[in-house]
């Protein structure tokens, strides 16, 4: 066999395809020239790509453009659902509840119910206790549960079968369970149980009379009531029937099931009355009675859901429920009130949700003339002292502060200030307050004016503090305002305040607050410099610790690395040490993720370093992280390439060849400490690469051997089976074989050392599949043709002698060559008969033949060679295949004419 011959410059500029200079971007469309752009200076050198530009259709969407969103509120039945989620979730329930009596009606007996008739009369209504009220009964609340659904089921089928007085009945008993407040955090959930049945009652009764005024008795229609009806629209049979149930409820004893089963049916008093609202202010009244003040807050509660089912509604009736709520408070918050005991915050606890809801009540749908209308009752008052007109209480305060539009928190802040200041009982911490104003005055953008008259109060409130507790909480609300308004030594003091308070200690929930304020500290700068020359920032960045401490500081490491170069020696430390800690910590993180976000912000943080001229410090750095970062594989594969990076660098100048041979003794060292043998493979490729343009032939000796070595281990291909990482793992065998065009003979070796040593190893290896061998193979094989030429298509550089200068017109070489170019070949064929696959094994046959071809003068041997890889390939694949095709085409190029019609008879 005979290599054949190649002149590279002549093949190169046979391919190369003619150019000439253009004034246009070759993609653009030919009018493009025509368009006229305001281009941006962004600071940097960017060309304008005509690419980027809008296409001629395209119509700009304006900034303030406002995407459609859902409604600000829900319908009531789905806002009240919502409400009820969230407070079952705010009280959860005991698996046991330990009740001092179970009234009858939650007994399973049954018998009671059915023996009830439509001519009892309405004293019946009331049963007495059957139980002491000493003896304890404890039942699941599941069980209360499933009894309570079981007696919304009788309701509804009582009523089906006309056996209303049943029906109402049962109701009672049902609303009579919300008089026993026994067990405080089950009435959130017994409150929610009991209103269903009541809602579906009043439903019951709505349609009921409904139908009375829309169709006679023999079911003739009427009229059809329209939405807005009125009184005088009635028929008198359904007036009859509505007062009927009035007054049927009017007869209940007790005050509480009697007021909830009215609210019940409120929206009834339509068909008698057009204007409804007295009897809900009538209600208002007859609540005044309720004596327990957790019975009286959760009727209040369903008073104003009930009250949303009227066609208008004169909030009047809602400031006096919360009126009257606020008095039952400052009778609980009373030093001198020692009925309540140590319960008091739990009473206020359960007795916000009310407030909360009613005030939410009060300003749903509320004109911007409205709300100036009931200021003065809010307390809100200009140019006036509020203090003297209504007594808040802190809790009522808050959620006053949550629901007031944000235009009147503009205009209103210094009176608010003055509300809180003054509202400093114990329903709700003051600070809380203050830290919830701070978060509505971020909702939009304030005046410097306001936001400095605020700021200034709130830092002599914050200053009485003792504890960085409150401190964090507040300061926390305002440190967008200060930031947005750079009022610079504000934010000094506030820092200088944190700092003094937290040497004391920092506790848990503590730090989760100043993890916040950091995390809007850092996100305010664009730049990490202008963050670590603030005062006090070092001292409280000290005293931070677990997972904040880890939030931060990779949050930091992010923020260093977005954008630029880290080029500030100061800041290179400070981010050294906080690698070092997320390090260190990295065993007691408990999720896997947090430890590969944590190694690619390290190794992304070395990697933007930059020493500038000064290599040596450089390199010195990349030393330190390899000591400090030991247990990161992908920081290594960094300080590998960071390192290589380095030496090129220095190959500009002569005078840092040493400096060369440091980086690549630093790749050296570093290389064989990465677990994945894959890695280890292409990172010793690459540093051959730079000892060889540094002309260390030694080095690049020894690391190119390392890496053939790598290949001889099974784990190389530990977790990549795919295709994509097969091809991968070729490609950078095939950039070896290019690799070893560049590196020198070995007289004491022999010329072919390392390709002798690379098929001896794919040769080798049990768990290298057929297609990866062919590949490689054919890689050799061209790589000993080009090692064959009078003249090489490149060198390391022009001091490094290439073979075609060190083993010129040496026979023994190119018969070395060859040699092994034939051990190869026959190897080549005996794998391809070994691949299962039959369209893999025709695809293996032709790429083999191409690389034969293209290696080798064609001659009878190399033909018959060519000739049994084609009758593979025409075995395994479709004769119209268009790569079997076109291979058979280029071989026959290479034939002289005599010898085409044997080879196309042949195959």
Known sequence: MEFRPRSYGADHDSHVLP??????????????????????DLGNHEFLDPLRGLDGDAKAIPFDHEIPSEAASYPPTKEWTSFRRLLQQRFPVSKMVSLSSVPEVMMRSGKSIEKSSTSMHIEELDDPQKFSDDEVKVI??????????????????SWLVDDRITSLKLSVKVAKLLMDTSILQFYPTLFFLVTDIMDMLGDLV???????AEFSTDGTLLCNLPENFRAADICSDAKETCNNWFSKIGAVRELLPRVYLELAILPCWRFLLDEPLDSLKRLVMMARGLGDPVAFAYCHLYMAHCAQKLPSLDIGCLFTCLNDIRVILIRILSPNETIYGDKKKLFISLMEPTIEYVMNCIFKGMSQMQISDVLPELGLR???????????????????????????????????????????????????????LGFRLNERRCSYDIAKAVID????VVEQYDGLHEYLKVVDAYAD????????????????????????????????SLQNLLMKLLSHFTRLEYVFVLNHFPEILDVTHGSTRNVVFMHILDMATRNCRIRHPTTIQMLFEISQTLHDDMEFMNVKEDNSHVSRLISRFVHMVDYGADLERHLAFLVDCRGAFSRLDELKETLVHSSNYLAIQALTSKKHLNLVKSCV???EITVPSICAQRRQFDLLLETAEVSLLGGLFSHSGELIDSAIDCLQSSDIMDGYRTQADVGGLVSSITKLCGLLVMVPGNFS??????????????SSQSWIEPKLRIRTFSAIILLLTTLSQDKLPYHANKEVLGNDTLYYGNLSYKQELVSLANLILQNLVNVIQQEPLLAARGTMALEACNSIASSFKISDEVLAVCVSLFETAKSCLDARDRYLQSTIQFVEKQLPASARASLMSSI
């Open 19 to 40: 150019s000439v200079p253009t004034d246009n971007h070759p993609l653009a469309a030919p009018s493009i020239s025509d368009i006229q752009v305001d281009a941006v």
């Open 140 to 157: 699941a609340w599941q069980e209360y549960v499933s009894r309570l659904h079981e007696l919304k089921d009788e309701i509804a089928h």
């Open 206 to 212: 709505w349609q009921r009379i409904k139908q009375k």
């Open 382 to 436: 200009k140019n006036q002292q509020s203090s003297g007109s209504v007594t808040y209480v802190s809790v009522v305060l808050h959620h006053l502060l949550k629901e007031l539009p944000i235009e009147v928190i503009f205009s209103n802040t210094i009176e608010i200030l003055h509300l809180i200041e003054c509202s400093k009982d114990k329903s709700y911490d003051q600070h809380m307050n203050y830290r919830l």
């Open 457 to 460: 109060k709130i830092i002599q």
């Open 481 to 512: 305002l200060i930031l947005q308004n750079r009022m610079d030594n504000l934010l000094n003091t506030i820092l200088e305040g944190i700092s003094r308070r937290a040497c004391k200690g920092v506790t848990e929930d503590e730090m989760l």
């Open 665 to 667: 003794t630093f790749s």
């Open 749 to 762: 070796q022999g010329f072919t050392y390392f390709p002798s040593k690379l098929f001896s190893v794919i």
